[in-house]
Each structure stands twice: as C-alpha cells, then as structure tokens.
DNA sequence: TTGTATGCGTTATCAT
DNA sequence: ATGATAACGCATACAA
C-alpha cells in the first residue's frame, strides 16, 4: 500500500503537506508544492486510506439502510436513490437485508455501529423495533414509517392510515362492494394503518371487507391469494405493497381471472414496475425520492442538539387499469 | 464513544486483556478477568470500533461489488446471496451502483479501494474493464463474467456462448423459424457471445435471426420491442436477461399478442421472478448460489501467490410456458 | 496471565 | 508556508 508518507517522500515534503494538498486546507500550500505533491501522489497512484482518515475524523463518510428484503421493487428502488444521493455527497451508502428477520436487523445495526457509519436509515420488520446501542452510540437514525411514541429516531413516512383510506375509497366509488385487504404480518409496522384507513374509508358504505396476510413477498401473496380466490372471493383487492400486488395479478391470471372485469387491485408502493405489469397496476405511490432525499438531510445536516422529528410525506393515487380506471 | 479503554478501567484491567477477550487470542486470559471483561462490555454497551480494528489488522472484513443496475432482478439476487455468504463469514457486503455508467463503475472501485475492501465482486459494463488502481492496490477481484486475456481479474462465469445455443437450439426444436435476439449493447459483456451461441445453433437450420439492442431496462425492452412487433415481428424472442424478457412480454401483452402462441419468450438469468410473469418465463438460468459462494471463497481463501484463475460454471434451461414447452 | 508500548495511515495542532 | 508530532481506537510483540 502507498501512503501519504511516501508520497510525501517522493515530493520532498512532509505527510502533512501531502494532507493539506488532499484536503484543500485547513493550511494553505504553495502552488508549487502542491503540483509536486500531486504529481508524486499520480506516479505512485496513491489513494487516501478511508479507514485512517476516518479514525482520524471522527466521521466516515458512510450510511447505512437496513431493509426487509432488497429484492422487493420498493426497497431496490429506495437503496437506488439513497445510493445516488449519498454519492452526490461524497458518501458511501451500505446496504443491510435483515431478510424479514428481527435479529437479522439487528445484528446489520450493531454492524453499521462497529463500522462508525454518520447515520441509518431504517425500515424495520417490527412495528416497535429496540434499536438497542444506536443512542449510546450517538448515531442518528431516520425511519420510513411511523415510530412509537418516545423513540430517539426520526421519522419518515407518508400518513399510512389515508393512503389506505385513499386506496379503499377509491375501490369503493368503482362501485366495488366487497373489498379484500392483503397486508404484511399483523406485527409489522403499517399494518393497522391499513386496517383503520380502510375501515374509516368504507365506513356506512355497505361494503364487505375481508382481510388476509401474507409475508411481503410476491410468491407467498399467491399462494395466500390463490386460495382465497377459489373460495368466495373479493371483488377488488388492495395490498399494502407492490410486491403483494405482482403476487395477486399472478394468482388471478393463474385462476384465469381478468383484472379488473373479474378482480380490480392495487398495490401500495406506486414502484415503476407497476406501469409494466400485466395489466398496470394502479397503487398509492410513495415518494421515494423525497424519502430519500429527506432522509439523508436529516442524517447528515443535524445539528448535533436537536432532537427526533416527525415527518409525514404526501402520497399518491396513480391509476392505470388495474382498477378500472382505464 | 466507549472504547477498549473505557472497559479496561471499568473491568480493572489493561487494554490488552479487552482486546485478548474480544478476539479469543492471541493470549489466553484467565475466566475471571474474562467475565470481568465482558461484563464491563455489557454494562457500557461497548462495541469495537471496526475502523480502527481494521486499520491496526490490515483487513476490512468487508468485500465490495458493483453492478450495473441494483433493481435488476439478477443483480439483486447476486447480491442479496453474496450478502448471505459475507455474512456467514462475518463480513460486510458493500453494493456499488454504476447505472450502467463506465465512470460511475470506476468512481465506486475506486471508493473501495480507499476504503480498503478485502475483495471485489464485478460485473462490468464494459467488456474490456481497465481496472486501474486494483492492481497496485493488492485487492483481489473476480468478474462474473469472461475478462479478457491477460487480465488481473479472476473470472466466474457460465459460458454464454453455449448458453445461448442452447437457448436458439431450443427454441428452433419448438419448429420457430425466425427467432429474434434482443441483447444488451454491443459494447457490453456477453453480447458478442450471445450472438455467436445463437449463429452456432441455427447454423444450416434454415431458420431466420434478427438482432435488436436495448438498455438493459424493462422499460426501454419494451420500447424496442413494441415497433419490432409491429413490423416484421419474429416468431420467438431470446433475450440476453430476464431484465428485458420482463419487458418484451409487456410489449406483447400491449400488442394484443399471445404468448407463446403468437409470440415464444425466453429469459436469459433465470431469476425466480420468472416463475410468476405472466405467463411464467422459460429461461437460461445462472447459477447464482454458486456464483455467490465462489465468487466469496476465490476473494477470502485466495493464497497471496496464486493468479487470476477462469472457471466456468454450468447453465441450465428452465422450461417454462413462454416459450411453448408447457 | 497480564501490563506496557508501539504501529496502523491520517488529520490537525503547534512550532518554526 | 511547511515540518515535527500527538492523537484517533485497536491489536500485538515484548516485558514482567
């Protein structure tokens, strides 16, 4: 490995004018200096070690985002742009799957904190995680749904109890009257949003409502779908995510149901996939690029004093023909 | 921040003695002092910092991989298997997104570098990657895909061109006689490959090829296929990934064209996304555990000494109802 | 078995 | 403007 000492060897100088070069300050340096400084460090192809500068800094450059599964369509998505905007700010974006699991999530936490990242964004699979050690450690954390009362972390999310209300009023004036609700496992956090906005939404309007789970995954929703759909089944489903959606539209096409002549649905998360399913598929849309560029102000522009804050984002009814709107 | 020090002096003993306990070794300590040790650590929360464990041991426990597009299904499942494996050997995975961008693939090797990976997983958008840095960086790096001769790189790959012989052989047994190919860009690995498997295949067949590029986008797939359709459209279409199989299919949905009786399809990863499009998608399919778990092993268990090494692995046709087999 | 002291590569303070 | 040097937190060779 080349160091800053051999480079500062190289140009007859000292590491800590290489430092100042690198750094632009906080010392100046003479433009002549400085041009051999830069010209020993692309002969030797030195590149800073992150590790030591960090150790050094006290911060290093990173965040962290833990989510259940990176393969759903809405966490891909929200990684991307937490990615792209992280690098817009010199930083490095890891990544953790806690696969749905508790501990798993856990232990992606105690990591980020072992690896000094500036800051994480969470989307737990509990709907009161612990986040145990991150206040000790003084890392700031901004989650992308609502947090219990009293939790040393932020959060970010839209109003998961309307967006629900949206989606079922919106089945409703299709003149749908018996509505399926699929959410993700009763503890995982937005589940009971879902639950009352839909309750609230159809409220005195004569309509049947029918819950069912699934895990968030696509291929688990057809299996639940499949057999709900044998029996006596909804009219219209909304899911509470894209992923329990693509599972739903599989399901109906298997049972050789049209959506929506025979089944309408809507997904919970408006990814762009949805605009190239078979059919489209009309869903509350989150703002994942305000969700992530939001989060990363708030990890990263902090005032060391301030506190938690509490941010509800707008969402969206985008309708394509999975409705029936088109 | 609570360090080794802080634990040493609540346990009422030396740095050295947390560090020996921490690490198992190198130096054995006495039960008592140990459990002294730990629960000082318990009581303060204490977690060692990684940073400076790693800049004082050399290695990061952490290895890196970039890819082109994190949403596309293929690398999503590359990573989350490789994130398994990693942390199965208690390291971290670090995920770079290059969107498909020669300087952002460079700019995200070069960030591991500084932050001194111990290895680095590659799918280049390039098919002659240059790699600069890596080298003189000690950093091992496989490639998933074939690398030209002389390379430093390791690579790990099935053998495309076979592949999609396969694929073209398949589909002419299923009697098509003019198949379509639609790959990524000509510059980008495997592409040259897929064209020559399908030459090979068709050679003497009296069959028709036709060869289109898109992004490796759904969405542009789809783009490229709706005016492909609308011509002279081909019997069957074999894309070069599922990525753009996704994509064609829509394409022919929109068409109002019936897969596979109008129109026969077939992937080219083999994701488990496959297995509920509609209808579900034959495709070549990679083997992405192996692809994970070796890719890990040459990057950990390398001996310092030994070159870059080339091995292929098996493919397999998936047979599904998109082409006609079902 | 345990403590002391040095080094990892960088930053930044204090001299010069 | 630049050089010497002390941290940063941990691991480990060397002492005891």
Redesign the pocket.
Known sequence: ?V???DVAERA??????V?YV??NG?????P??RQRVLDAAAELQYR??AL??A???GRTFSIGIVVPHIRNPYFAALAEQLEAGTRARNHLLLIGDSGGDSAQEQSHLTSFIERQVDGIVLVSVRSQPELVGLDTAGIPVVALHRMPGGSRASSLAIDSVAAAATAAGHLVSHGYRSIGVLTGPIDSPGTEEHLIGVAEATRGQRVKVEHRTSEISRYHATEVTSSWLANERPRAIYCATDEQAFGVLFAAWRAGLSVPDDLAVLGGDGTAECAVTIPPLSAIQRPVPQLATRSIELLLDASPGDGPVTITLPHELVRRESCGCI
Request: proline share 11%; charged share 15%; net charge positive.
């Open positions: 490995m160091t800053a000492r007859g100088t000292s590491t800590a004018v430092s690198f750094n906080p010392r100046p340096v003479a002549k200096t800073p070690n030591a500068r150790l050094s800094a």
